[in-house]
């Protein structure tokens, strides 16, 4: 069984930037593919950001992420890290990471997800 742990979410004013993490503590050796990151801002679906495999470290960034989200993996600590920079107000909302994903990396049809780590960006 693969679980996950997000950590790192938090407030911060615009313009500023947060690194969450993400950590295997459990079943590491069980994931078959990737290690995706997620949001879901309300009112809106849930949207995938990046997503990395941690066996070649190949990554799928989103259009909407690019140019200020960056994905990065620590293999020695099962963790991956999604590093945001230069945030913005509608940047607020709940943070997921996800493993094992059914299809492509970016949909939000993964088999193992974390509990979520909010993110909140004032003005």
């Known amino acids: 069984q693969v679980q996950l742990v997000e950590s790192g979410g938090g407030s911060v004013q615009a313009g500023g930037s947060l690194r969450l993490s993400c950590k295997v503590i459990?079943?590491?050796?069980?994931?078959?593919?990737?290690i995706g990151w997620f949001r879901q801002i309300p009112g809106r679906e849930r949207e995938g950001l990046a997503a990395?495999?941690?066996?070649?470290?190949?990554?799928y960034v989103a259009d909407s992420a690019m140019g200020r989200f960056t994905i990065s993996q620590d293999n020695a600590e099962n963790t991956v890290y999604l590093l945001m920079n230069n945030l913005k107000p509608e940047d607020t909302g709940m943070y997921y990471c996800?493993?094992?994903?059914?299809?492509?990396?970016?949909?939000?049809?993964?088999?193992?997800w974390g509990q979520g780590t909010q993110v909140t960006v004032s003005s």
């Open positions: 459990s079943g590491y050796d069980d994931i078959s593919n990737c």
């Open positions: 990395i495999y941690p066996g070649t470290g190949s990554t």
């Open positions: 996800a493993a094992d994903a059914y299809r492509h990396p970016l949909y939000d049809e993964y088999k193992y």
